[in-house]
């Protein structure tokens, strides 16, 4: 464990001196298909200089893949998740429910029902499981409001002098 910790430290330092941002959002989506909404999260983290990080995972089928994502999300240095998903819309749900990260949903429009069915899925979750969420379609406002949470994080750290790094 202390061999995989000085491993990940010595890769930040190393993306550091290369000027890479490391991921600090991770954006997901339950399907390739969803990718042409999802892309708009990516640009806007992008053109704010954020790192992130893009993953297709399904809650349907690869639950597992999912929960293996979810519970190492924070370990490895994320701060926020934007998940995208449509129709049943579990994707964001399932995440929330394996850490403590804020997690964003981003419904997909579907052919079905217009991206209601994918708006209710994500913004009636259970007591003690919550899930923010932006309009349907609504990817840039994700980022955006990932960013903003990312600034509360920043402000935090810097006002109790831990500084940036420490987000």
């Not at 202390?2 to 339950?30: D, F, H, K």
């Not at 998903?85 to 029902?113: H, M, N, Q, R, Y």
């Amino acid at each position: 464990m202390a061999a995989q910790t000085q491993a990940e430290e010595r890769i930040q330092e190393m993306l550091e001196e290369v000027g890479v941002n490391p991921p600090l959002v991770g954006i997901l989506m339950g399907s390739k298909s969803d990718e042409e909404v999802m892309k708009a999260a990516a640009e806007e983290l992008a053109a704010r200089g954020i790192g992130f990080e893009v993953n297709v995972l399904s809650a349907h089928r690869d639950p597992d893949a999912v929960r293996q994502y979810s519970l190492s999300a924070e370990k490895r240095g994320l701060k926020v998740i934007i998940a995208g998903a449509g129709k049943a819309a579990a994707l964001p749900g399932v995440v929330a429910s394996f850490t403590e990260l804020p997690v964003i949903g981003v419904p997909i429009k579907t052919s079905d029902l217009g991206g209601l069915d994918s708006l209710l899925s994500i913004v009636q979750m259970p007591s003690g499981v919550p899930v923010a969420c932006v309009a349907i379609n609504g990817a840039r406002n994700a980022a955006i409001l990932a960013a903003k949470i990312l600034r509360l994080c920043w402000l935090s750290s810097t006002a109790t002098g831990l500084g940036a790094e420490t987000l």
